[in-house]
């Protein structure tokens, strides 16, 4: 008499099978040789760093200009390849699936839709994640080293004056001579201490970290076009514009509140009830402005980045549950 | 599928009215982001590309690549162009400060010495009327920057040193220059006190002498709070001129002696030789 094990009746959600498949297609999505984008970036960010030092907009702007610019195309060029890779990476992930008919071969064992629909998005985010982090990495390098440089070179050019104007000075008097070198040893610490302030690490931080959550909030999006879309041409293009509309939001606020055209506001309505504000998780502009924005705000905006989420994945399973596969 | 033409409105319904207040409250704690509006002059200004990238929230990367063009415009005497650019720049990045200065910089400066030296106008009244023009463009722009960041006492500054150089406004001058010391906490504020001093005296002995007394409480003021204690043989030629200039302002104003700050030396009592 043999003694099978007799399956259960209910197969509960299982977070440990949600896990396995976000693994499974972040290794799928890393043999597609998604990372060699990062060579792109990294050439971009050298290029950024020696291309923008060869304008001079006035000697007191100088580095506020080059460190302006390169955190600006650094953070620019997070933002396109991580939108490059949360539309595409996930506009693939289920027609993939059903034209290499695994989801069939998935769906057929006891794993719930939820948990597979899930386990997608854990995957991309992870992608995302480690994508993100790389990038981050390597734009902080140069701005370090573009710190380390113009700090240096500001610190040596005024203690340098200094000593010119006390050498040409024979009649000086040796304790006004001292006077003015200290003087200037201090000024040029106060000049490289506010390089080191405009270089503001830890607001690229909590400029990377919104981006971060912008670009998951991308991806769930794209993923729930495609639970329903039969497409992958469709998830892209209907995804790009949901990017854009998205970025919107704050436009159509104001057009909504002030038009008197009727179908105008019915359309900016439609955007600014319905689509999550993207714009909100662009800090950047805000932080290198010297706004302060303390990590209790940045957490209000990640807050509202994980509401949306929430928003978005349930709307994805519910299209996803009835889906004809 | 009949269960999810019910379910679906009611989480967008419910997420719309999550969302409202959730969206107010961000928007108050950032208030300079209400969003750049993308209108259609801004649109025909920088062109379909870069309107797209606009709209895709990329307004830092938009707004350096149009201040490299009018970098470019600036090196070519394209002063128009250039203007132009700096109107999209600074409507792109409002609290940017850099762009403010530099671009009324520019135009202050550069566009209308090029306006006065134009080699193509032979009337001077013409040059003169250009200069005028991009003189005024410059501080309106400097003017509107101070509105979007009226806080910031660099942006002050530029402006005290606009009007000093550029119109001959010693007033205008010395009242921005007080309204950058007040604003000013870094290392600047020092050279800024005796700078506002200098030009709020110059403006009461050569357009305004009711601020005379004015300039007397407020260098005296500065004296009290930043140079006193210190012993004659060890002031430096700052202190030696701020001092001089207030013993200047203590006889023209007739201060009595209790009240000054430097009392007149007192005329040596000579006691007659016994005889």
Redesign the interface.
């Known amino acids: 008499m043999s003694t099978t094990p007799a399956l259960p009746d209910v197969v509960y959600f299982n977070l440990g099978r949600v896990w396995t498949m976000a693994l499974n297609t972040l290794i799928e999505m890393t043999r597609q040789k998604v990372f060699y984008f990062m060579i792109v970036f990294a050439l971009l960010m050298i290029g950024a760093a020696s291309f923008f030092s060869i304008f001079s907009f006035g000697e007191e702007a100088q580095y506020i200009t080059q460190l302006k610019f390169i955190k600006d195309t650094g953070l620019g060029a997070i933002s396109v390849f991580g939108a490059i890779i949360a539309v595409v990476a996930t506009a693939q992930l289920l027609p993939a699936e059903l034209e290499n008919r695994t989801i069939y071969t998935i769906l057929a064992k006891p794993v719930h839709r939820l948990e597979f629909l899930l386990g997608k998005f854990v995957g991309v985010a992870l992608l995302l994640a480690i994508s993100v982090t790389l990038m981050g990495s390597l734009f902080l390098g140069v701005v370090f080293i573009k710190d380390q440089n113009l700090s240096a070179a500001t610190y040596h050019e005024t203690i340098e004056a200094a000593e010119g104007a006390v050498a040409g000075s024979p009649d000086m008097k040796p304790e006004t001579k001292q006077k003015v070198l200290a003087e200037a040893r201090t000024r040029a610490e106060q000049g490289a201490a506010e390089i080191h302030k405009t270089a503001g690490y830890q607001d690229i931080v909590k400029a990377m970290t919104t981006t971060l959550f912008k670009l998951w909030l991308v991806a769930a999006m794209t993923l729930m076009l495609s639970s329903f879309a039969t497409s992958m041409v469709f998830t892209v293009v209907m995804s790009a514009m949901l990017y854009f509309s998205g970025h919107l939001v704050p436009v159509a606020q104001k057009f909504y509140a002030t038009s008197k055209a009727p179908l105008g506001q019915l359309m900016a309505g439609v955007v600014n009830w319905f689509l999550p504000n993207l714009a909100a998780f662009d800090v950047a502009d805000d932080l290198f402005a010297g706004d302060p924005l303390p990590w209790l705000k940045v957490l209000k905006i990640l807050s509202y980045g994980l509401f949306y989420l929430l928003v978005t994945l349930t709307l994805a399973h519910l299209i996803f549950r009835e889906r004809e596969i | 599928?009949k269960?999810?033409w019910v379910?679906?409105p009611l989480?967008?319904l419910a997420?719309?009215l999550?969302?409202?207040p959730?969206?107010a409250?961000?928007a108050a704690?950032?208030p300079?982001?209400?969003?750049v509006?993308?209108n259609l002059k801004t649109r025909e200004m920088i062109g379909q590309g870069m309107s797209?990238a606009l709209?895709?929230?990329?307004?830092?990367?938009v707004?350096?690549f149009l201040w490299?063009s009018a970098?470019a415009a600036w090196e070519q005497n394209r002063w128009f162009t250039m203007r132009q650019h700096f109107e999209v720049v600074t409507t792109l990045?409002p609290?940017?400060?850099?762009f403010w200065?530099?671009a009324s910089?520019h135009l202050a400066w550069n566009a209308s010495h090029a306006a006065l030296h134009d080699p193509n106008e032979p009337r001077l009244a013409v040059r003169l009327r250009d200069q005028r023009h991009w003189m005024r463009a410059g501080r309106e722009l400097l003017e509107r920057g101070i509105a979007n960041n009226p806080n910031n006492a660099f942006l002050h500054e530029k402006l005290a040193w606009m009007l000093h150089d550029k119109f001959q406004d010693l007033c205008g001058a010395a009242d921005a220059a007080l309204k950058a010391v007040q604003l000013c906490q870094?290392?600047r504020r020092g050279y800024l006190q005796r700078l506002a001093g200098y030009w709020l005296e110059d403006c009461a002995r050569n357009v305004a002498p009711s601020r005379l007394r004015e300039t007397y409480d407020y260098w005296r003021q500065l004296w009290l709070r930043e140079y006193a204690g210190k012993p004659r043989e060890h002031w430096?030629t700052i202190d030696r001129n701020v001092s001089r200039r207030i013993m200047k302002l203590e006889e023209e104003l007739s201060i009595p002696d209790l009240q000054r700050l430097f009392p007149k030396p007192q005329p040596s009592v000579s006691v007659p030789p016994r005889r």
């Open positions: 599928m269960r999810n379910l679906i989480v967008l997420a719309a999550v969302k409202m959730f969206e409250s961000m704690d950032r300079h982001t209400a969003g509006g993308l797209l709209l895709g929230g990329f307004r830092a990367l707004a350096d490299i970098h990045q609290r940017a400060i850099l200065d530099m910089w870094d290392w430096d």
